[in-house]
Each structure stands twice: as structure tokens, then as C-alpha cells.
């Protein structure tokens, strides 16, 4: 086959969350078929593009969007057909370079990574003739639907309010109008169909390097929870102030020498000014290898409330044979079994309660880490995702 990817961000080896996704499905696709990419690439992040160039029959970077003026952002929320959220990921030069390649190349398929840029299969006639698949990490609709009723009215629940016009109407026509749409999970699919009963939709997973995520014991235990996200992504930054507010002030006072480790990309300023505030928060920003935290980490906490799709993080944790803890949300997708394979809890106090026992418990901490490593090793290698996803595209392909 002949596949063409566009994502909103740079994929590549050193990225964390939906990106390294999108990498692995790159890397390996390329083993066996002709894969060219197009993204848009943070400034910061340019360094990265050989890391997945050197996969790709054709590659394109495009410079991420500017900001746009508030007079334009205004007119736009009153009177453009295309949603705000959207709009935020628009750009000529994508268009532009969309229209090149595939004036230049003929793809069997192409597959939008992230809803975001779906936005340029739809309606598209210059790939008149091409397979167009949307996969769905995150439906926009429904993440902003459940922030409003989680946030309300802090100045993220109205942010998310002020998204959802027209978000679902647009969102929904352009995933009826795809060849095929992919969602990470079966709950993630089951909500789509819920809206639109017509849609076609392949349940494609996410995946973890078992290899390389595993444990060495070259890091001593610390009493000490941790959490991997990156952080300008809303249920991850809602995810530390939660679990901060709600948990920790009682896993605290049971165990005074917890520390919470906040790992990942660029913090948010309240992020920062919440390890200013309480010693025991240690916020780590980017690093260069997040193995040493789950390894001097006793447990992985997952208390997201918000968003949808499928947490890499989670996975990354049972590769690591990290005992976990996590909300129904945060652990769909795993068919995780709640006591076995990680702790699932919604409630705070029960949420904080298993951390507890868990900092106390040695046995308990590594016959749920044991779980864990073995249900990531059985089902979720990368390599068994992407031969799910090659399996899916070579069905619609050769159905023509």
C-alpha cells in the first residue's frame, strides 16, 4: 500500500502521549509499504523530523499555526462554518502541501492522526480517488462536553463551552463523510455511534515499546506517586489539580514522606506555581528519558476526569510493571480487570485510599505491577496494533 499520514504534531522517537502513536505506526507500516507523512512542526521540535523522515517515501513539515488576532477570533465565532476549535489548526500551507504530495504521488489511503487536521480530508477534492480514514484520538465534542460539566464555570469549564458551538455539527458531518474512522478504544466508538448510528468505525488500539519499557532495578523505590502527561493538553494539567486538591492532602497525612512526581512536557504556570507552593510536588518538565521516574516511583496514578481516547501513559506504567491506580475514565480501553490488573476508582476517598495501601503494601504493590507488565506484554506490544491497523486498511483498500 501506499499510505499517507498527516498529524498535527511532529511524531517522532523522543515524544510522548498521542505522537508516539502515531511514530510507531510510521516506523512499522514502513517495513512493508510506502509511507509518507505531513504535520505540522513546533519550532522547538524541528531538531526531531530525521528521527521519522527517514521512514518516509515522502515527508513534509509545515510550521504550526500562528495565533489570531481576538477581532478575527471574534467574527469567526460568530459567523465561520468551521468551529473555533478547528479553525485553531487551520492553515493555507497545509492545504497547500496536501496538494502537492498527492499531485506528486497517488495514495491508496490517507489517515489523519488527531481530529484536528481530519479537517483537510473533508470535502477534499484533490483526493478524489483515495481512501480517507479519520482517526479519532479524542472526539472534540464529546472532551469539551465533559469538561464544561466537570469545570463549569472556571475559566477552562467556559472555554470549553464557548468551543462547542457548532463543534458537534461540523465534527460529525466531516466523520460521516470519511471512508472510514478509527477510535483507540470500544468505549471511544460506542460514543460516536451513539450520535451517529452510520458511521464506519474500526477499533484500533494504542501500544507500548515492552522492550524497551521495562524494569531494570537500577533505581531504588522512593515513597513516591507519579503522573506522565503533557500538560498544555487540558485533562492532564485537570488531572494534577485534582489528584493535588482531592488525594493528596489524605495520602499525605497517612504517609508524611509521599512526594508526587509531575512528569512531562511544558507545565502549565499553575502546575509550576503548585511545586513552588507544597515541597512534597516535584514538577519535572521535559526529560529525556521518563523510565528513571516509573522505577523510583512505588505507584502510577491515572486520575483523569475529563477527555477521551486512549492514555499511553497507562500502558507505559504496566510495561514498567508499575502498580497503578486510575479512574474508570483513565483506564478505558485496557480491559483492565479492578483488583487484578490496577485499582479503578472514581471516588476520591476510595482513589486516595488505594494509594495508601499500595505505599504500604510491598506484596500487594508488585502482585498488581506482575498483572500489569503481563496484560501489556499479551496485548498491547506495538507491533500487534499495527498489524491490526495494516489488517484494517488492506480491507477497505481492496474493497474498493
Same mark, same amino acid.
Given at each position: 500500500? *501506499?499510505?499517507?499520514?498527516?498529524?498535527?504534531?511532529?511524531?517522532?522517537?523522543?515524544?510522548?502521549?498521542?505522537?508516539?502513536?502515531?511514530?510507531?505506526?510510521?516506523?512499522?507500516?514502513? #517495513?512493508?509499504?510506502?509511507?509518507?507523512?505531513?504535520?505540522?512542526?513546533?519550532?522547538?521540535?524541528?531538531?526531531?523530523?530525521?528521527?521519522?523522515?527517514?521512514?518516509?517515501?515522502?515527508?513534509?513539515?509545515?510550521?504550526?499555526?500562528?495565533?489570531?488576532?481576538?477581532?478575527?477570533?471574534?467574527?469567526?465565532?460568530?459567523?465561520?462554518?468551521?468551529?473555533?476549535?478547528?479553525?485553531?489548526? /487551520?492553515?493555507?500551507?497545509?492545504?497547500?502541501?496536501?496538494?502537492?504530495?498527492?499531485?506528486?504521488?497517488?495514495?491508496?489511503?490517507?489517515?489523519?492522526?488527531?481530529?484536528?487536521?481530519?479537517?483537510?480530508?473533508?470535502?477534499?477534492?484533490?483526493?478524489?480517488?483515495?481512501?480517507?480514514?479519520?482517526?479519532?484520538?479524542?472526539?472534540?465534542?464529546?472532551?469539551?462536553?465533559?469538561?464544561?460539566?466537570?469545570?463549569?464555570?472556571?475559566?477552562?469549564?467556559?472555554?470549553?463551552?464557548?468551543?462547542?458551538?457548532?463543534?458537534?455539527?461540523?465534527?460529525?458531518?466531516?466523520?460521516? *463523510?470519511? *471512508?472510514?474512522?478509527?477510535?483507540?478504544?470500544?468505549?471511544?466508538?460506542?460514543?460516536?455511534?451513539?450520535?451517529?448510528?452510520?458511521?464506519?468505525?474500526?477499533?484500533?488500539?494504542?501500544?507500548?515499546?515492552?522492550?524497551?519499557?521495562?524494569?531494570?532495578?537500577?533505581?531504588?523505590?522512593?515513597?513516591?506517586?507519579?503522573?506522565?502527561?503533557?500538560?498544555?493538553?487540558?485533562?492532564?494539567?485537570?488531572?494534577?489539580?485534582?489528584?493535588?486538591?482531592?488525594?493528596?492532602? /489524605?495520602?499525605? #497525612?497517612?504517609?508524611?514522606?509521599?512526594?508526587?512526581?509531575?512528569?512531562?512536557?511544558?507545565?502549565?504556570?499553575?502546575?509550576?506555581?503548585?511545586?513552588?507552593?507544597?515541597?512534597?510536588?516535584?514538577?519535572?518538565?521535559?526529560?529525556?528519558?521518563?523510565?528513571?521516574?516509573?522505577?523510583?516511583?512505588?505507584?502510577?496514578?491515572?486520575?483523569? #476526569?475529563?477527555?477521551?481516547?486512549?492514555?499511553?501513559?497507562?500502558?507505559?506504567?504496566?510495561?514498567? %510493571?508499575?502498580?497503578?491506580?486510575?479512574?474508570?475514565?483513565?483506564?478505558?480501553?485496557?480491559?483492565?480487570?479492578?483488583?487484578?490488573?490496577?485499582?479503578?476508582?472514581?471516588?476520591?476517598?476510595?482513589?486516595?485510599?488505594?494509594?495508601?495501601?499500595?505505599?504500604?503494601?510491598?506484596?500487594?504493590?508488585?502482585?498488581? %505491577?506482575?498483572?500489569?507488565?503481563?496484560?501489556?506484554?499479551?496485548?498491547?506490544?506495538?507491533?500487534?496494533?499495527?498489524?491490526?491497523?495494516? #489488517?484494517?486498511?488492506?480491507?477497505?483498500?481492496?474493497?474498493?
Amino acid at each position: 500500500m *501506499d499510505i499517507l499520514f498527516l498529524c498535527k504534531t511532529l511524531p517522532h522517537e523522543k515524544v510522548i502521549g498521542g505522537p508516539i502513536l502515531v511514530y510507531n505506526r510510521v516506523r512499522i507500516l514502513s #517495513r512493508r509499504h510506502n509511507v509518507s507523512l505531513l504535520c505540522f512542526v513546533p519550532e522547538e521540535e524541528r531538531e526531531y523530523q530525521d528521527s521519522v523522515a527517514r521512514f518516509c517515501l515522502d515527508y513534509r513539515g509545515v510550521p504550526m499555526p500562528g495565533p489570531r488576532p481576538f477581532p478575527r477570533k471574534a467574527w469567526d465565532f460568530l459567523f465561520s462554518p468551521v468551529p473555533i476549535y478547528f479553525l485553531n489548526s /487551520r492553515s493555507p500551507l497545509m492545504f497547500e502541501a496536501l496538494r502537492e504530495m498527492v499531485g506528486k504521488h497517488c495514495y491508496d489511503v490517507v489517515v489523519s492522526e488527531y481530529s484536528a487536521v481530519a479537517q483537510y480530508l473533508f470535502r477534499n477534492p484533490d483526493l478524489a480517488g483515495m481512501k480517507r480514514v479519520m482517526s479519532v484520538h479524542e472526539c472534540y465534542y464529546l472532551a469539551r462536553r465533559k469538561a464544561w460539566r466537570v469545570q463549569r464555570f472556571s475559566r477552562e469549564g467556559v472555554s470549553a463551552l464557548f468551543n462547542l458551538k457548532g463543534l458537534r455539527r461540523f465534527e460529525f458531518e466531516m466523520y460521516a *463523510d470519511a *471512508d472510514l474512522v478509527l477510535t483507540l478504544t470500544p468505549e471511544g466508538r460506542q460514543e460516536l455511534l451513539d450520535i451517529r448510528p452510520d458511521l464506519k468505525i474500526e477499533v484500533v488500539p494504542h501500544g507500548v515499546d515492552v522492550e524497551r519499557f521495562c524494569v531494570s532495578g537500577e533505581c531504588e523505590k522512593e515513597e513516591a506517586v507519579m503522573f506522565l502527561g503533557n500538560y498544555p493538553h487540558d485533562p492532564n494539567r485537570d488531572a494534577v489539580l485534582y489528584f493535588h486538591q482531592r488525594m493528596w492532602p /489524605r495520602i499525605r #497525612r497517612e504517609v508524611p514522606s509521599a512526594r508526587f512526581y509531575v512528569v512531562g512536557k511544558d507545565p502549565t504556570p499553575d502546575l509550576l506555581e503548585l511545586a513552588r507552593e507544597d515541597p512534597s510536588v516535584v514538577v519535572t518538565g521535559t526529560v529525556e528519558d521518563v523510565r528513571p521516574y516509573f522505577e523510583r516511583s512505588k505507584v502510577f496514578v491515572n486520575p483523569v #476526569r475529563i477527555g477521551g481516547g486512549f492514555r499511553g501513559k497507562l500502558l507505559e506504567a504496566m510495561a514498567m %510493571g508499575l502498580p497503578i491506580v486510575t479512574t474508570s475514565l483513565g483506564a478505558e480501553g485496557v480491559e483492565a480487570e479492578d483488583g487484578r490488573d490496577m485499582v479503578i476508582a472514581d471516588d476520591p476517598e476510595e482513589f486516595a485510599a488505594a494509594v495508601i495501601r499500595l505505599l504500604r503494601d510491598d506484596e500487594l504493590c508488585c502482585r498488581l %505491577g506482575d498483572s500489569a507488565r503481563r496484560l501489556a506484554e499479551e496485548r498491547f506490544s506495538w507491533e500487534k496494533g499495527v498489524e491490526r491497523l495494516e #489488517r484494517v486498511l488492506l480491507d477497505l483498500v481492496e474493497k474498493g
